[in-house]
Each structure stands twice: as structure tokens, then as C-alpha cells.
């Protein structure tokens, strides 16, 4: 018990230092720009105090739970003998690794799906268009986007190709949906890229990704470990935008048929 409370005291004051310029740049503005008095003090210290526990419980267990698990099921999912390949082979074949591509999809699905900033920044959007953009739309094509994107990133490491092929040929199609998609969606969809690499999938993904470039055949996990967030940053702005330019087409139909129908 006295050990864990000491690395629980050394994990708060560390957490303490990272968030400390933060509080100051908040408090500065607050009294020497802004000029006026924090509403309840006490309450916003308390609240703090809370954040600042809670990211150090979080950080702890990253390191103990979130990482190390998927590094395992990295270890797992590419052993010679799940895979039925000799435990010598030097090069990976592709096909061997189906398993992988499917786990990294559905942990991408499934950890999107569950993450906090997006689930903020869906139900604002629901809030703000009016009913437009649904929520659970929104949650669900950022999902499936994230889930291709770690998919495909796990195939890259696999065969070890470039990632600049795959990040530059992503972009291009996110040039061309932006000319064509609703203007409506384009900034909430650019935003679904970056709210998606939070506090939930990030530490599973990167684990996910240096323990799947550690145990397959000639790859480095320097080299070929990183790279998932960033497919899992990319496709969701493609998925939303796809979602968008989909139900604009459905609303134009079902407009037109309402008009036939009049007729």
C-alpha cells in the first residue's frame, strides 16, 4: 500500500507540472486581461483537484492495462503457431494476417465509438444543425472510418509498404468529396479526424501497432510501428463526408418523389 502511494504521488505531481501552464494561462486571462474575478473559487479548485486525479488514475492505467493489452493481443494474433506459419519465416505474407485486420478493425470501431470527445462534439453538432446531423450518424461514420483506417494501417505494417502512399492517395479523395460535399458538414468533418485520437483509442492503437510491427517478420517497430493514428485521423474525414454526401442524395430524392406524388 505504501508503494502504490508513493507512485501515485509521484504520477500527481508529475501530472501537476504538465498541467500547471495550462491553470496559468486560464487564470492569467481571467484576472489581467479579462479583469475579472473566477466564479466560485472553491468549486473550480475542487474541480481541478478532480482532473487532476482522474488524469493520473488515467495515465496509470494506460501503462498497466491499456498498453501492455494490446501488445498482447499483437503477440497473439501473429504467433507462428495461430497464424500456421514456420516460426523461421523471414517474410510475412499478407494473407496469413486476416485476423489482425479484422481485430484492428473492430477495436477501432468499438474504441471510436466509446470516445468522449466524440461523443461531445456529435451531440453539439445534433444541438447546433437543428436535427440535421444526427449523432448517432455521426458517431457511427466516424466509427466505420476509424475501423478501415486501423485496418488498412495494419495491412501496411504487414506488407511494409510506404505510408506516405496511403496518406497522399487518402488526401486526394478528401480533395475531391470536399468539392462535392454539403458545406454544412466539411469543418464537423475535418474535426471528426482530430477528435478521434483521444484519451481511448490512441493508447490502444498505438500499442496495437508497435506490438504488431515487433512480431511480424522484417519489420521495425521504429519504422513501421507508427502511422495508425494517422490513418485513424484520416478516414473518418472521408467516412463523414461520404455520410453527408449520401444523405443530401437521400433528401434530394425523397424531395422529388414528395413532388411526383403531388402531382
Not at 26 to 33: M, S
Not at 39 to 54: D, K, Q, S
Not at 246 to 253: G, I, Q, S, V, Y
Request: proline letters at 4%.
Amino acid at each position: 500500500m505504501i508503494d502504490w502511494l508513493i507512485h501515485f504521488s509521484q504520477g500527481f505531481l508529475e501530472t501537476c507540472r504538465d498541467v500547471l501552464p495550462i491553470v496559468a494561462i486560464i487564470i492569467g486571462f481571467q484576472v489581467l486581461v479579462i479583469r475579472k474575478p473566477i466564479l466560485h473559487p472553491a468549486r473550480t479548485f475542487l474541480g481541478f483537484v478532480n482532473v487532476l486525479i482522474g488524469i493520473t488514475f488515467f495515465l496509470d492505467g494506460l501503462k498497466m492495462a491499456l498498453f501492455p493489452l494490446g501488445e498482447l493481443m499483437a503477440t497473439q494474433l501473429t504467433a507462428p503457431e495461430f497464424l500456421g506459419i514456420a516460426a523461421d519465416t523471414e517474410q510475412a505474407d499478407w494473407h496469413n494476417y486476416l485476423w489482425v485486420y479484422l481485430f484492428a478493425a473492430s477495436i477501432g470501431f468499438a474504441t471510436t465509438l466509446a470516445e468522449p470527445s466524440l461523443l461531445a462534439v456529435a451531440v453539439k453538432a445534433e444541438e447546433i444543425s437543428g436535427g440535421a446531423i444526427g449523432a448517432w450518424g455521426l458517431r457511427i461514420a466516424v466509427s466505420i472510418g476509424v475501423a478501415f483506417g486501423i485496418s488498412l494501417g495494419a495491412y501496411r505494417i504487414v506488407t511494409g509498404t510506404e505510408l506516405y502512399y496511403y496518406i497522399i492517395a487518402g488526401y486526394i479523395v478528401v480533395i475531391i468529396q470536399t468539392v462535392f460535399a454539403p458545406k454544412l458538414i466539411i469543418g464537423l468533418a475535418y474535426d471528426s479526424g482530430g477528435v478521434t485520437t483521444s484519451t481511448v483509442t490512441v493508447p490502444l492503437v498505438a500499442a496495437l501497432g508497435l506490438g504488431l510491427a515487433s512480431t511480424v517478420p522484417g519489420r521495425n517497430p521504429l519504422l513501421d510501428g507508427f502511422g495508425l493514428i494517422a490513418f485513424a485521423s484520416l478516414f473518418p474525414i472521408i467516412t463523414v463526408l461520404a455520410y453527408a454526401q449520401l444523405a443530401e442524395w437521400r433528401n434530394k430524392k425523397r424531395n422529388s418523389s414528395n413532388q411526383s406524388s403531388s402531382k
